[in-house]
């Protein structure tokens, strides 16, 4: 399994390969962290997410970064404030800091997405609040540790305010 030291590194830039970066569980998801803090200056991290049918974080709000959402494969509705989105392949959303918002994995196929949050370094929550992948696949179907989420997201200025969004379809 690939990891952030398989990075290759240019005096150009720097190059994460497709099979690269730290691939993490997080709760039902499988996460790879392609960019962080530390490698963009602090700009932004990006992460590359995995999530199954009818997943759903819950209604939550990002006290320090704004995070957006491009859609690479499956189908997402999203809930940002009052705002719903309906968001496919090559959709991007953005998600203001301050704004609780949540979004649910629609259909009966997984979702691929890119997550961008800017500054960077909430990329670090998910490494923290998850465990190293095992496997390529999606992490068993088990209940999360609500208390951990709470108290590793509370490091990273994150707020969870409402119950996760059901699916539409």
């Known amino acids: 399994m690939a990891t952030m030291l398989d990075m290759e590194e240019?005096?150009?830039?720097r190059n994460v390969a497709a099979d690269a970066g730290e691939a993490v569980w997080f709760t039902n998801n499988r996460m790879t962290i392609k960019a962080t803090a530390e490698m963009t200056g602090g700009a932004f991290g990006l992460v590359e997410g995995?999530?199954?049918?009818?997943?759903?974080?819950?209604?939550?709000?990002?006290?320090?970064e704004d995070e957006g959402l491009w859609v690479l494969e499956g189908q997402l509705t999203i809930r940002c404030g009052g705002e719903t989105f309906s968001a496919g392949p090559g959709s991007f959303t953005l998600l203001p800091r301050g704004v609780p918002h949540t979004?649910?994995?629609?259909?009966?196929t997984p979702v691929r997405l890119?997550?961008?949050?800017?500054?960077?370094?909430?990329?670090?929550f998910f490494a923290e609040a998850g465990r190293p992948a095992e496997n390529d696949g999606l992490p068993p179907d088990v209940?999360?540790?609500v208390a951990m989420?709470?108290?590793v997201g509370e490091r990273?200025?994150?707020?969870?305010?409402?119950?996760?969004?059901a699916p539409t379809r």
Do not use: K, M, Q, W
């Not at 240019?10 to 830039?13: D, E, I, R, S």
């Not at 979004?103 to 009966?108: R, Y």
């Not at 890119?114 to 909430?122: A, D, H």
């Open 10 to 13: 240019t005096t150009a830039g």
């Open 50 to 64: 995995i999530g199954p049918a009818g997943s759903s974080p819950p209604l939550h709000v990002h006290h320090r």
């Open 103 to 108: 979004f649910v994995v629609e259909g009966d």
């Open 114 to 124: 890119l997550s961008f949050c800017t500054p960077g370094g909430f990329e670090r």
């Open 143 to 145: 209940p999360p540790d």
């Open 149 to 151: 989420l709470r108290e």
């Open 156 to 165: 990273f200025g994150l707020e969870f305010v409402g119950p996760p969004l």
